[in-house]
């Protein structure tokens, strides 16, 4: 069975600090990882990663896949108390050639940012 | 881009009770899913529709849970006899997909149900 495990659980930071928020995983046939952010409402996607050692950035915000030891890096820089929010690491498999957007998600990592 | 939208936003039933959600996805997406979310967790898979058909059903979904998706645009989730560990938020999911190529998925702001 597919499985994604998210540290911290939370992270309570003051606006300026860095974080690095973390997802290991271990998945059959593993197609892509996916980063959302989750505030009271709807995920809203970040970043799709699926080659290892590319960096995707956008903003302050940048992510990192390493598929050789299984785990992905979410860091955000210069926070503002706009970043608190749930982040959700998921990854994607693929079944037969076919990749159908079967997503097996984290506990997710509860990020406070303090002004 | 008018997003995938979903309704009711809160639901509040009694037990025993059929309740039924209705799922919008952004148009030019051919594939929707449903997935659940209770207090603390991440989401977790349901149900998959490629156009009409549906694809893959999670052991998740009891015979008390059924999806359609008509025409292959719009979804209904109807839960039969709730039961009180049905309360969860049920989100629904849209992307473009073809073979192994699928978009992220893009979440609707979900059905908050509440069983009493």
């Known amino acids: 069975e597919d499985k994604v495990v998210q540290s911290p659980l939370s992270l309570v930071v003051h606006e300026g600090d860095t974080v690095t928020l973390n997802c290991s995983y271990e998945?059959?046939?593993?197609?892509?990882l996916l980063w959302y952010k989750q505030e009271k409402k709807a995920p809203t996607f970040l970043f799709m990663l699926?080659?290892?050692?590319i960096e995707k950035k956008s903003g302050r915000l940048s992510s990192i896949l390493d598929k050789k030891e299984l785990f992905s890096i979410l860091n955000i820089t210069a926070t503002q108390t706009g970043d608190s929010a749930i982040y959700l690491c998921?990854?994607?498999?693929?079944?037969?050639?076919?990749?159908?957007?079967?997503?097996?998600f984290g506990q997710g990592t509860i990020l406070t940012v303090h002004p | 881009d008018t997003g995938v939208s979903q309704n009711p936003r809160h639901k509040i039933t009694k037990r025993g009770q059929n309740v039924t959600f209705r799922c919008d996805p952004i148009?030019?997406?051919?594939?929707l899913y449903w997935y659940r979310q209770t207090l603390g967790q991440g989401p977790e898979f349901l149900t998959y529709?490629?156009?009409?058909?549906?694809?893959?059903k999670s052991r998740l979904l009891s015979d008390r849970f059924s999806a359609e998706r008509p025409k292959g645009s719009f979804s209904t989730l109807e839960i039969q006899r709730t039961e009180q560990g049905d309360s969860a938020m049920y989100l629904c999911?849209?992307?473009?997909?073809?073979?192994?190529?699928?978009?992220?998925?893009?979440f609707g702001n979900g059905t908050r149900l509440t069983v009493t």
């Open positions: 999911a849209s992307s473009q997909g073809q073979g192994f190529y699928n978009s992220p998925l893009h």
């Open positions: 998945v059959t046939n593993f197609r892509s």
């Open positions: 699926t080659s290892s050692g």
């Open positions: 998921a990854v994607e498999a693929s079944a037969g050639g076919t990749s159908y957007g079967k997503l097996t």
């Open positions: 148009s030019e997406h051919n594939r």
């Open positions: 529709f490629q156009n009409e058909a549906q694809l893959e």
